[in-house]
Protein backbone atom coordinates (compact mmCIF):
# COMPACT_ATOMS: atom_id res chain seq x y z
CA UNK A 1 0.00 0.00 0.00
CA UNK A 2 1.15 3.28 -0.67
CA UNK A 3 1.69 5.13 2.47
CA UNK A 4 3.18 8.50 0.80
CA UNK A 5 2.65 10.60 -2.30
CA UNK A 6 4.25 13.40 -3.44
CA UNK A 7 2.95 15.51 -5.90
CA UNK A 8 3.62 19.38 -6.95
CA UNK A 9 6.78 18.25 -9.58
CA UNK A 10 6.78 19.98 -13.04
CA UNK A 11 9.33 22.20 -15.45
CA UNK A 12 10.28 25.64 -14.21
CA UNK A 13 12.47 28.06 -16.32
CA UNK A 14 16.21 28.84 -13.91
CA UNK A 15 14.71 31.38 -10.95
CA UNK A 16 11.59 29.91 -10.87
CA UNK A 17 9.97 28.26 -8.10
CA UNK A 18 7.66 25.20 -7.06
CA UNK A 19 5.79 23.46 -4.04
CA UNK A 20 6.37 19.74 -3.57
CA UNK A 21 3.60 18.27 -1.40
CA UNK A 22 3.91 14.80 0.67
CA UNK A 23 0.52 13.32 1.94
CA UNK A 24 0.88 10.83 4.07
CA UNK A 25 -0.48 8.13 5.99
CA UNK A 26 -1.54 9.26 9.93
CA UNK A 27 0.01 5.72 10.93
CA UNK A 28 3.23 6.58 9.84
CA UNK A 29 3.58 10.08 9.62
CA UNK A 30 2.20 11.01 13.56
CA UNK A 31 5.41 11.38 15.78
CA UNK A 32 8.19 11.13 13.44
CA UNK A 33 10.68 13.18 11.40
CA UNK A 34 10.40 13.45 8.03
CA UNK A 35 12.54 14.36 5.17
CA UNK A 36 13.29 15.01 1.15
CA UNK A 37 15.92 13.52 -0.82
CA UNK A 38 16.47 13.59 -4.46
CA UNK A 39 18.09 11.02 -7.29
CA UNK A 40 19.16 13.00 -10.48
CA UNK A 41 19.71 9.88 -13.56
CA UNK A 42 23.35 8.24 -12.77
CA UNK A 43 23.59 9.82 -9.78
CA UNK A 44 23.08 8.82 -5.61
CA UNK A 45 20.00 9.97 -3.89
CA UNK A 46 21.04 12.52 -2.09
CA UNK A 47 20.07 14.57 1.20
CA UNK A 48 17.93 17.77 0.49
CA UNK A 49 15.87 18.75 3.97
CA UNK A 50 14.49 17.32 7.14
CA UNK A 51 12.30 18.29 9.40
CA UNK A 52 11.94 16.60 13.27
CA UNK A 53 8.77 15.99 14.99
CA UNK A 54 6.07 17.91 15.61
CA UNK A 55 7.99 20.67 14.52
CA UNK A 56 11.70 20.26 15.52
CA UNK A 57 14.96 20.92 14.23
CA UNK A 58 15.52 21.73 10.48
CA UNK A 59 18.08 20.93 8.41
CA UNK A 60 19.43 21.57 5.11
CA UNK A 61 21.98 20.50 2.66
CA UNK A 62 24.75 23.17 1.91
CA UNK A 63 23.26 23.19 -2.05
CA UNK A 64 20.03 24.24 -1.01
CA UNK A 65 20.27 26.37 2.41
CA UNK A 66 18.72 29.96 1.16
CA UNK A 67 16.77 28.88 -1.75
CA UNK A 68 14.57 25.59 -0.04
CA UNK A 69 12.13 25.97 3.01
CA UNK A 70 10.72 22.61 4.50
CA UNK A 71 7.65 22.43 7.07
CA UNK A 72 4.58 20.13 8.00
CA UNK A 73 1.23 20.30 8.83
CA UNK A 74 0.68 17.91 11.58
CA UNK A 75 -3.36 18.49 11.81
CA UNK A 76 -3.32 17.44 8.07
CA UNK A 77 -0.70 14.75 7.96
CA UNK A 78 0.91 16.73 4.90
CA UNK A 79 5.12 17.90 4.25
CA UNK A 80 6.35 20.35 2.20
CA UNK A 81 9.35 21.60 0.48
CA UNK A 82 9.11 25.11 -0.69
CA UNK A 83 11.63 25.95 -3.49
CA UNK A 84 12.83 29.48 -5.44
CA UNK A 85 15.72 29.86 -7.33
CA UNK A 86 15.45 26.58 -8.87
CA UNK A 87 18.55 25.92 -11.08
CA UNK A 88 19.26 23.53 -13.55
CA UNK A 89 21.29 21.59 -11.19
CA UNK A 90 18.04 21.16 -9.04
CA UNK A 91 16.59 18.90 -11.69
CA UNK A 92 15.61 15.28 -10.10
CA UNK A 93 13.05 13.52 -9.00
CA UNK A 94 12.49 14.09 -5.35
CA UNK A 95 11.21 11.75 -2.58
CA UNK A 96 9.38 11.90 0.78
CA UNK A 97 10.36 9.63 3.51
CA UNK A 98 9.84 8.99 6.81
CA UNK A 99 13.03 9.04 9.54
CA UNK A 100 13.31 6.67 12.14
CA UNK A 101 16.76 7.49 13.30
CA UNK A 102 19.03 10.10 14.18
CA UNK A 103 20.90 10.16 10.82
CA UNK A 104 18.76 12.37 9.29
CA UNK A 105 21.15 13.31 6.25
CA UNK A 106 21.48 9.34 5.00
CA UNK A 107 18.98 7.22 3.36
CA UNK A 108 19.81 4.48 5.89
CA UNK A 109 17.73 6.98 8.29
CA UNK A 110 14.92 6.66 6.65
CA UNK A 111 12.21 3.66 6.44
CA UNK A 112 9.29 4.45 4.55
CA UNK A 113 9.53 5.99 0.87
CA UNK A 114 6.51 7.55 -1.72
CA UNK A 115 7.39 6.86 -5.66
CA UNK A 116 8.83 10.08 -5.99
CA UNK A 117 7.86 13.63 -8.20
CA UNK A 118 9.85 14.74 -10.91
CA UNK A 119 11.49 17.98 -10.58
CA UNK A 120 13.03 19.58 -14.39
CA UNK A 121 14.42 23.16 -14.55
CA UNK A 122 15.49 24.87 -17.41
CA UNK A 123 17.59 27.62 -18.76
Known amino acids: QVQLVETGGGLVQAGGSLRLSCAANGRIFSGYGMGWFRQAPGKEREFVAA????????YYADSVKGRFTISRDNAKNMMYLQMNSLKPEDTALYYC????????????????WGQGTQVTVSS
Open 97 to 112: ARRVRTTYYSTGGYDY
Open 51 to 58: IGWPDGSI
